[in-house]
């Protein structure tokens, strides 16, 4: 992908989230059937995250992965959320703000192919249904491998590809289908979620992502799928040494 090419998807990607932010985490539950709670609380217990630890949420939007990482690193502990998107920050600010975390979790704005962190620096790194939106995945997941300590681990927690015949075939129905007319009654106006569907079609299989973990140097890579296969968790853990 050409640079015109990261700069005009970032564009588009900035502009739908900044429209739906207001609605965002009300049609994540619907959607999930609520299921997404239980895929955050999954993903993070991967982490490895022990009390006064350090998470990085990447492509925090809301906060809501931000605030699971927070529960496991306990008030002594520190999260930061990055994102890129104002709208979905401020949003992550005000969910935050009800919680008893809101001083734990600290919302830096930056760019997921580029973060704004120094080598090593965090317990593990985290990022939610936004591994499809990225320009570059490759360089994300290495981005994100080099801000986590040796021994910390990368884990992503995506939507997937359903493997039974008979249940991918009713959930692609759903999926296809459904979502874009709820989404659409959501927020009100066509486009965002029926992107959400079309932005699958063209992602790599989970077992692609694990090969890809592997490939840029994460150690143990391994993927859990979730609810029949419709979300997966990507786990990888940062060499301890270069030799490994």
Same mark, same amino acid.
């Given at each position: 992908?050409?640079?015109?090419?990261?700069?005009?998807?970032?564009?588009?990607?900035?502009?739908?989230?900044?429209?739906?932010?207001?609605?965002?985490?009300?049609l994540n539950t619907i959607l999930s059937f609520n299921r997404d709670k239980y895929?955050?609380?999954?993903?993070?217990?991967?982490?490895?995250?022990?009390?006064?630890?350090?998470?990085?949420?990447?492509?925090?939007?809301?906060?809501?992965?931000?605030?699971?990482?927070?529960?496991?690193?306990?008030?002594?502990?520190?999260?930061?959320?990055?994102?890129?998107?104002?709208?979905?920050?401020?949003?992550?600010?005000? @969910?935050?703000?009800?919680?008893?975390?809101?001083?734990?979790?600290?919302?830096?704005?930056?760019?997921?192919?580029?973060?704004?962190?120094?080598?090593?620096?965090?317990?593990?790194?985290?990022?939610?249904?936004?591994?499809? @939106?990225?320009?570059?995945?490759?360089?994300?997941?290495?981005?994100?491998?080099?801000?986590?300590?040796?021994?910390?681990?990368?884990?992503?927690?995506?939507?997937?590809?359903?493997?039974?015949?008979?249940?991918?075939?009713?959930?692609?129905?759903?999926? @296809?289908?459904?979502?874009?007319?709820?989404?659409?009654?959501?927020?009100?106006?066509?486009?965002?979620?029926?992107?959400?569907? @079309?932005?699958?079609?063209?992602?790599?299989?989970?077992?692609?992502?694990?090969?890809?973990?592997?490939?840029?140097?994460?150690?143990?890579?391994?993927?859990?799928?979730?609810?029949?296969?419709?979300?997966?968790?990507?786990?990888?853990?940062?060499?301890?040494?270069?030799?490994?």
């Open positions: 992908m050409e640079i015109h090419d990261y700069q005009k998807k970032e564009a588009y990607i900035h502009t739908l989230f900044s429209s739906i932010a207001h609605r965002y985490d009300l895929w955050r609380r999954f993903a993070v217990a991967q982490c490895g995250l022990e009390p006064g630890g350090c998470g990085l949420d990447v492509c925090c939007g809301t906060g809501m992965f931000a605030l699971e990482q927070a529960k496991a690193v306990g008030r002594q502990g520190r999260v930061v959320g990055v994102d890129f998107c104002e709208e979905m920050m401020a949003r992550g600010r005000q @969910n935050i703000a009800r919680t008893p975390y809101k001083d734990v979790i600290e919302f830096v704005w930056g760019n997921a192919m580029d973060l704004p962190f120094k080598d090593d620096t965090f317990d593990c790194a985290t990022i939610g249904f936004a591994l499809r @939106n990225v320009p570059d995945i490759r360089r994300t997941i290495q981005e994100m491998m080099r801000v986590v300590r040796p021994g910390g681990k990368v884990v992503s927690l995506e939507l997937a590809k359903p493997r039974l015949p008979l249940f991918r075939q009713l959930y692609y129905l759903y999926f @296809n289908g459904l979502v874009p007319l709820l989404g659409r009654l959501g927020v009100g106006f066509a486009g965002p979620y029926s992107y959400l569907p @079309n932005s699958l079609k063209s992602f790599p299989h989970q077992e692609e992502i694990r090969d890809l973990f592997e490939d840029v140097g994460l150690k143990d890579a391994v993927y859990y799928e979730l609810t029949g296969g419709i979300v997966a968790v990507h786990v990888g853990t940062k060499p301890t040494t270069q030799s490994e």
